[in-house]
């Protein structure tokens, strides 16, 4: 159960970071003129808090007691976002290195402290 609760710790902590850079994404998006481009990095932004939300709750109610459908959820959810994250931003070279790496870390260690929790179940 410890290592289920060590998972469900770093994903709100990923969870805290992505509603930081969602933040500055919107910052960011307001720093340009109106058009399309404005509107697809507000949408970015949006997305991102949402993704950020929802694997804060999800590791605040489920993961925190080991819940098999929490860990799953949190596990695609946040796959997902930080796999575009290093496909499309950080392999690139758009963000540093550090910080932009602390999103996927803090990512595979809460896999594997959740799934190490969900194995000794």
């Known amino acids: 159960m410890k290592y289920a609760k060590i998972g469900a710790i770093l994903y709100v902590i990923w969870g805290l970071l992505h509603v930081k850079a969602a933040y500055d994404e919107f910052l960011l998006g307001a720093s340009i003129d ?3 481009i404005h509107g697809k990095i507000n949408q970015g932004a949006w997305d991102l808090l949402f ?3 929802a694997s804060i709750v999800i590791a605040v109610f489920f993961n925190w007691r080991n819940d098999v459908t929490g860990y799953r959820i949190n596990l695609v959810l946040v796959s997902a976002a930080d796999i575009g994250f290093i496909i499309f931003v950080l ?4 963000v540093a290195f550090f910080p932009g790496i602390l999103g996927p870390v803090f ?4 896999a ?4 190490i929790g969900n194995k000794l179940r």
């Open 34 to 36: 109106s058009g399309l």
């Open 51 to 53: 993704f950020a939300l």
């Open 91 to 94: 392999i690139p070279g758009y």
């Open 107 to 110: 990512w595979i260690s809460a």
């Open 112 to 115: 594997v402290f959740s799934s």
